[in-house]
């Protein structure tokens, strides 16, 4: 295909990187503290890693506690910041709950929360089954929604803060096989626009976050690299 040569080499691994250049003082973000959900891997992981270059410690959760914490292991010694990695499932709100007080027990505060964890795969929309539909909703639209409002009652509606909500351009003109994600992140924009509003006046700035495809990550890997081509 046309452009092919201009993709980088794909990995099957989360690193960290072997040198960082910064553009904002290193210590921009000294001694905060943010809450990543989907941080063991992909562009969650990688926006730890960031965060914790310029001095931010992380929470990193996942369903998988075995990969958070092997993710917390790489980004702790990458950085020399710290690292709780915990595990929870963002469609049951007992388990979010379980991690922000285990949270807030270890550093005192949660200053951002960055809501990463998200479910996908390609398949057309005919043969696309009811429940599989509403489960990539529940990941990704519900979840956000969970984690947000769990977060807000525990600690930002009296401390303010920041969220970022990770999204996806799927929405932006339509994709083949992809009318299950493109429509909960199409729900995920638009539940951002409402609490930005809502919350705002608590001093909570909530933004959404929509990349394209990103070699290199988990779900570049499931999806395939033809998907950048379709739109």
Same mark, same amino acid.
């Given at each position: 295909?046309?452009?092919?040569?201009?993709?980088?080499?794909? #990995?099957?691994?989360?690193?960290?990187?072997?040198? %960082?250049? %910064?553009?904002?003082?290193?210590? /921009?973000?000294?001694?905060?503290?943010?809450? *990543?959900?989907?941080?063991? @891997?992909? /562009?969650?992981?990688?926006?730890?890693?960031?965060?914790?270059?310029?001095?931010?410690?992380?929470i990193i959760? @996942?369903?998988?506690?075995?990969? !958070?914490?092997?993710?917390?292991?790489?980004?702790?010694? $990458?950085?020399?910041?710290?690292?709780?990695?915990? @595990?929870?499932?963002?469609?049951?709100?007992?388990? /979010? #709950?379980?991690?922000?007080?285990?949270?807030?027990? +270890?550093?005192?505060?949660?200053?951002?929360?960055?809501?990463?964890?998200?479910?996908?795969?390609?398949?057309?929309?005919?043969?696309?089954?009811?429940?599989?539909?509403?489960?990539?909703?529940? *990941?990704?639209?519900? &979840?956000?929604?969970?984690?947000?409002?769990?977060? =807000?009652?525990k600690w930002?509606?009296?401390?303010?803060?920041?969220?970022?909500?990770?999204?996806?351009?799927?929405? %932006?003109?339509?994709? /083949?096989?992809?009318?299950?994600?493109? @429509? $909960?992140?199409?729900?995920?924009? $638009?539940?951002?626009?409402?609490?930005? #509003?809502?919350?705002?006046?608590?001093?909570?700035?909530?933004?959404?976050?929509?990349?394209?495809? *990103?070699?290199?990550?988990? &779900?570049?890997?499931?999806?395939? +690299?033809?998907? !950048? =081509?379709?739109?």
């Open positions: 295909m046309p452009g092919t040569s201009n993709i980088p080499d794909d #990995v099957d691994t989360d690193d960290c990187l072997l040198n %960082y250049s %910064y553009i904002f003082s290193p210590d /921009i973000l000294k001694d905060k503290v943010a809450f *990543i959900t989907g941080g063991g @891997s992909g /562009i969650g992981f990688r926006i730890a890693e960031i965060l914790m270059r310029h001095g931010c410690h992380t959760a @996942s369903r998988s506690l075995e990969r !958070v914490q092997a993710s917390a292991k790489k980004l702790t010694a $990458a950085t020399g910041l710290r690292c709780l990695p915990v @595990s929870l499932d963002v469609r049951q709100p007992a388990t /979010i #709950v379980a991690a922000v007080e285990a949270t807030l027990q +270890k550093f005192g505060k949660i200053d951002i929360l960055v809501n990463g964890a998200a479910g996908n795969f390609l398949c057309p929309a005919n043969d696309l089954s009811f429940n599989a539909f509403k489960t990539v909703l529940e *990941i990704d639209t519900v &979840g956000t929604f969970n984690t947000c409002k769990i977060l =807000y009652q930002l509606k009296e401390h303010g803060g920041v969220i970022v909500n990770i999204t996806a351009t799927l929405n %932006y003109r339509g994709q /083949i096989l992809q009318v299950h994600a493109g @429509s $909960a992140k199409a729900a995920i924009d $638009a539940m951002t626009r409402h609490l930005a #509003v809502e919350w705002g006046p608590d001093n909570i700035r909530i933004n959404s976050l929509a990349p394209g495809p *990103i070699s290199g990550t988990e &779900g570049f890997r499931k999806l395939g +690299k033809g998907l !950048v =081509y379709l739109s």
